[in-house]
């Protein structure tokens, strides 16, 4: 695998806070960074051919520019440049093809709306298989030195125990360890459906059931935690709406980390609820995680 980091530019704020965060992320792994822009430049007959020199060039000073300061930036990171002639979702899907990882600029409605997903960031994460993660041009995602304090934040991921996730926790710990952060890993459950004189519903049916999850979240953390004994691992099993629980926990988070499920057929290619809600609602970036 090219363990190199690619970011979609297109000339936004935010593709460049996009940009910006993935130069940090890749200083963090020492891979790196590869900057594509994806247009698609054929001009129809009523367009003269000169428009889509134009547009050529003003890619090409983009990604120039964008090299240039993030060089003076980041002197020691390895930064290369592509422009594609193409529809931008297949072109980024190509470009990623054995990346580590694919970042994004997401605009952003204010801290408390979080992103918008647009049709392209939508595809690609049903697409691609590696990490997509997710920026908005936030005050703190910002360049010039602005962005770091993301760094120093906490990272936060999103468990089923009822699925495994291996590709998810490993994508997390590995985080949380290059960072020197905590990892919060928050599992959360609702209660079963009302039936007969609602037992389910009793202080000890309760408390049993809240144990019966702390401990599947316990067993499938173990192995992780034997894995990065250096990792501050905050482990919660909580009870209320999956959604809005990880929402609460990412409020401050330097990354928030979800999964979504690969889906081989062409039927049901979405990201699952949860990572939906997750990725419309951040104020903190999003990395969505594809596993089986």
């Given amino acids: 695998m090219n363990q190199r980091i690619v970011v979609g530019l297109d000339g936004s704020a935010e593709s460049v806070a996009a940009a910006h965060w993935a130069a940090r992320e890749a200083l963090l792994r020492d891979v790196p960074l590869h900057l594509v822009h994806a247009e698609t430049w054929s001009a129809p007959p009523s367009i003269p051919a000169a428009g889509s020199d134009v547009r ?5 000073t983009l990604l120039r520019e964008a090299s240039d300061e993030l060089s003076g930036t980041h002197p020691r990171l390895d930064i290369s440049a592509e422009s594609f002639d193409g529809q931008p979702a297949a072109s980024l899907t190509r470009a990623a093809a054995g990346a580590s990882m694919l970042v994004l600029g997401s605009r952003g409605l204010g ?12 595809a690609l994460i049903r697409a691609v298989e590696q990490p997509v993660v997710l920026v908005r041009a ?13 760094l ?7 468990v089923d125990t009822g699925r495994p996730c291996d590709a998810l926790l490993s994508f997390a710990f590995d985080e949380a360890s290059r960072r020197a952060c905590t990892l919060h890993a928050l599992h959360t459950w609702m209660l079963p459906p009302l039936a007969g004189y609602g037992g389910a519903y009793s202080p000890e049916a309760n408390a049993r059931i809240a144990e019966t999850e702390r ?3 316990d067993d499938m953390l173990r192995p992780w935690r034997d894995r990065y004994p250096a990792v501050g691992l905050d482990a919660q099993a909580t009870l209320g709406p999956v959604s809005g629980q990880l929402l609460e926990a990412g409020s401050g988070a330097g990354l928030m980390v979800v999964g979504r499920r690969i889906r081989r057929s062409s039927v049901g290619r979405h990201i699952g609820p949860i990572a939906h809600a997750v990725l419309h609602h951040s104020t903190a970036p999003v990395a969505v995680i594809a596993h089986e």
């Fill in 111 to 122: 801290a408390l709306r979080g992103f918008v997903l647009g049709s392209l960031g939508m």
């Fill in 215 to 217: 401990t599947r979240l």
């Fill in 152 to 158: 120093d934040r906490d990272v936060v991921v999103g």
């Fill in 56 to 60: 050529r060039q003003w890619a090409q």
């Fill in 138 to 150: 936030a005050e703190d995602t910002l360049p010039h030195g602005q962005g770091s304090r993301h």
